[in-house]
């Protein structure tokens, strides 16, 4: 593969537990078996397409979600997929 080319949409999908503070990206999926949080995060908005921003990993992970702001179990966390943006600079 060509260095130049450009890198996949995959390659910016992350968990948003691994994301630091002040990172920005898009839903792209829940993950995970559990229905019922699944549904839970669907309520709240925590749906394909959604903004994120990390505003707080310790002692508790807390994000915004199209100006709502979540506080979530790390476990909750791992499941969400976001399509990071990259960093403004």
């Known amino acids: ?50 903004q994120v921003r990390v505003l707080q990993r310790f002692p508790g992970f807390v994000f915004e979600c199209d100006q709502t702001e979540l506080a979530v179990e790390p476990s909750v966390a791992r499941a969400i997929l976001v399509d990071v943006q990259p960093a403004a600079g």
């Open 1 to 50: 593969m060509d260095s130049a080319s450009p890198a996949s949409p995959f390659d910016r999908v992350r968990r948003l537990a691994s994301l630091r503070v002040g990172a920005r990206g898009t839903v792209v999926r829940v993950a995970g078996a559990d229905h019922r949080r699944v549904e839970r995060l669907t309520a709240l908005g925590v749906t394909p397409g959604a």
